[in-house]
């Protein structure tokens, strides 16, 4: 059974960087597509970033900059480097991963994911 673990979120200040993992189990999507959402208190879910075939990239634009996807395929595990968090970047952020390969419009969208994590809070404060 395959299962996706987030891990790294923790309280930050603002201005500080912070390193999110999404280690994957029973499962490679080495040639597939992984993405991480993101949903604060009160808010709809929204996409950050997804990296599929092994190297190509896409960003929610208000992030493009401040935030960069990245993978290791010996360890099964997709990075998400954040820089310069605000308070604003306040949420859950959580991993889904598909084998599957559509256009890029539909991997923006949760429902396009076949394997979803529980989900790490990031929490940006003074």
């Known amino acids: 059974q395959v299962q996706l673990e987030e891990t790294g979120g923790r309280l930050v200040q603002p201005g500080d960087s912070l390193r999110l993992a999404c280690t994957a189990s029973g499962g490679s999507f080495a040639d597939g597509a992984v993405a991480w959402f993101r949903q604060a208190p009160g808010k709809e879910r929204e996409f950050v970033a997804l990296?599929?075939?092994?190297?190509?990239?896409s960003y929610e634009n208000r992030l493009k900059g401040r935030f960069t996807i990245s993978r290791d395929n010996a360890k099964n595990t997709v990075y998400l480097q954040m820089n310069n968090l605000e308070p604003e970047d306040t949420a859950v952020y959580s991993c889904?991963?598909?084998?599957?390969?559509?256009?890029?419009?539909?991997?923006?969208?949760?429902?396009?994911?076949?394997?979803w994590g529980q989900g790490t809070q990031v929490t940006v404060s003074s």
């Open positions: 990296i599929r075939r092994r190297t190509s990239t």
């Open positions: 889904s991963a598909t084998t599957k390969n559509p256009p890029l419009s539909v991997l923006w969208t949760y429902s396009a994911y076949d394997y």
